[in-house]
């Protein structure tokens, strides 16, 4: 009897501590809940997976899902094809924006458990935007939705389809192994500077090793072969 007791006091204590830290996740971090939960929301599913804000007028809708096929075309252009299946959201007003979007009015992406979603605000409802969040969910998605990759390199093949950014000869390109850690890279004081570093030494590297060596580095990755090893060496074989 005591025996049966103890295990339902250990099997109710985990479920508690289970439930806990599904609450506090969830209150720290709730947007990618809501984001995951948007099929039973009110947004207007317009495509597979294409979520557009009611309130949003026609004409830019039309205008959105224009951009997403160019966006598309663009990933295509450097990997032939897209792998990733994100579910991507488009939002305007104030209170969809506090719901799905984590106080950035561009654009940001979610890797879940259970899928990719990628939320577009009002200040990223262009090409640029949605083929820079679709290229950071193709890279996850090709690498089997883990970190393999440093941040300036995942940001710098971002860059690579937004062509908000342009190369900088002059950029000194020798310090980007500092760029490896979020909190270094997206230090508001540093951030819009880190972004040209990693544009400029990822579009240099693309230049020399092509669509082929960025598959070999995939490829190499995948297989457990360190970043740092392949990036190298994947460039001097060219
Ligand atoms: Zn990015």
Redesign the pocket.
């Known amino acids: 009897m005591i025996k049966k007791r103890k295990k339902i006091f250990i099997i109710a204590a985990f479920l508690s501590i289970f439930l806990l830290l599904l609450i506090a996740s969830y209150m720290l971090n709730p947007q990618p809940v809501h984001a995951m939960m948007v099929g039973f929301s009110s947004m207007e599913e317009h495509e597979e997976q294409v979520y557009i804000e009611p309130d949003i007028p026609e004409n830019i809708e039309n205008m959105i899902l224009n951009d997403l096929e160019q966006s598309k075309e663009r990933i295509s252009g450097i990997f032939d094809g897209v792998h990733a299946t994100p579910t991507i959201l488009f939002v305007q007003s104030p209170h969809a924006l506090e719901k799905y979007a984590q106080k950035n009015r561009t654009g940001q992406t979610y890797y879940t458990y259970w899928g990719n979603y990628i939320v577009i605000g009002p200040d990223g409802f262009n090409e640029d935007v949605v083929a820079?969040?679709l290229m950071?969910s193709e890279l996850r998605t090709r690498l089997k939705n883990k970190d393999k990759v440093p941040v300036w390199f995942?940001?710098g093949l971002?860059t690579i389809v937004d062509h908000r950014y342009m190369s900088n000869e002059n950029i000194r390109l020798d310090n980007i192994n500092d760029l490896c850690s979020r909190d270094t890279f997206y230090e508001p004081s540093q951030v819009k500077e880190n972004y040209e570093i990693a544009h400029s030494e990822v579009a240099r590297w693309f230049g020399v090793v092509g669509k082929s060596g960025l598959s070999e580095l995939i490829e190499g990755l995948n297989k457990g072969v360190a970043f740092n090893e392949l990036y190298k060496a994947i460039e001097s074989r060219r």
Request: aromatic fraction near 0%; proline fraction near 0%; glycine fraction near 0%.
């Open positions: 820079h969040e950071h995942d940001e971002a």
